[in-house]
């Protein structure tokens, strides 16, 4: 349950940063012509409605007031309880807040469907938790629920590591930075990542691997994430470039936090199935008075 908790938390708590901090990718579901006609509709003149400068305009406002309903969603995923029903329903909001985000930047990624699979470990985060919280955390439908999470992630990132989407740069320029590679050695740890990315996932249905497939997701998963402070912070920078780098780790926390869960899970699983088989099947104790009674009914 820990587990859960700690990945929604930190999850919320790395975009809440992003929109107060910086701009939240909503720019390019509302910067178009529909917005405009919107603005025309409601009888506000352009200006009014996007604004002239920095955080003035109806949009603009109510685009920095997103940022307290993740701040709000990040504090309820520490007070929630199973009694919470009202807290538990909020949380499932903040799962549409992360969905439509993940929206924003699949479409800012010219709708390439990767973008928006692998951000399903962020999306069903606070979902998991809600589950864990009604069902149980060892309940079949928490950890079918977070096996969809995982699969989702690792299946959209192998689909760009592996070349079948085009490959971003940065996943080059962190491999580069992060480790002191060229270009070919880079490339082809991509490769090979993309293939292990996928075998993870097929892994995970195998009773006799699928620890150790959610063992290595959960390494994999911490070192994608904690690629982007190392390759990008420096000490040259203000607040060491910890403002701009860190919460792009803290917000993938779910990638290696939801294999965590399961690892966790099916270990103890495992070490529960020998103990239970390996217990000696109680017979009840023969005492003295049975022994007389036994005497007595065979005499007479």
């Known amino acids: 349950m820990m587990i859960l908790r700690l990945s ?44 002239t400068g920095a955080d003035d305009g109806w949009l603009q406002t109510w685009l920095s007031r997103i940022t307290w309903l993740y701040v709000g969603c990040t504090i309820l995923t520490l007070t ?11 949380l499932v909001g903040g799962c549409g807040l992360l969905t439509v985000l993940s929206y924003a930047k699949y479409v800012g990624a010219q709708r390439q469907l990767p973008m928006f699979v692998e951000h399903g470990g962020q999306m069903l985060a606070p979902v998991l938790l809600v589950l864990a919280l009604k069902f149980g955390a060892r309940h079949r439908v928490t950890m079918v629920a977070a096996m ?9 990132h192998g689909c760009y590591a592996i070349g079948w989407w085009p490959t971003p740069s940065t ?19 991509l490769r090979t990542a993309g293939v292990l990315d996928f075998a993870v996932c097929f ?32 000490m040259s920078l ?9 919460h792009e780790a803290v917000l993938r926390a779910p990638h290696f936090l939801i294999p965590l869960y399961l690892v966790v899970l099916w270990h103890g699983q495992k070490s529960a199935a020998p103990a239970e ?24």
Not at 238 to 246: M, R
Request: include cysteine; charged fraction near 10%.
């Open 8 to 51: 929604a938390f930190l999850c919320f708590a790395g975009w809440a940063w992003v929109h107060y901090y910086w701009e939240a990718p909503y720019g390019v579901l509302l910067w178009q012509d529909a917005t405009y006609e919107f603005a025309e509709w409601l009888g506000v003149s352009w200006d009014e409605f996007v604004g």
């Open 238 to 246: 203000n607040y060491w470039g910890a403002d701009q780098f860190l």
């Open 80 to 90: 929630v309880r199973r009694q919470s029903k009202f807290q538990m329903i909020a």
């Open 171 to 189: 996943f080059y320029g962190m491999i580069s930075v992060s480790l002191g590679v060229e270009y070919e050695t880079a490339n082809t740890m």
């Open 203 to 234: 892994a995970i249905f195998v009773p006799a691997l699928r620890i150790w497939a959610a063992g290595y997701a959960t390494v994999w998963g911490f070192l994608t994430a904690a690629a982007r402070p190392v390759a990008g912070m420096s």
């Open 277 to 300: 088989s390996a217990e000696p099947s109680k017979q009840p104790a023969t005492t003295s008075a049975d022994h007389a009674a036994l005497a007595i009914e065979f005499t007479s």
């Open 148 to 156: 969809v999470a995982m699969i989702m992630t690792f299946a959209g």
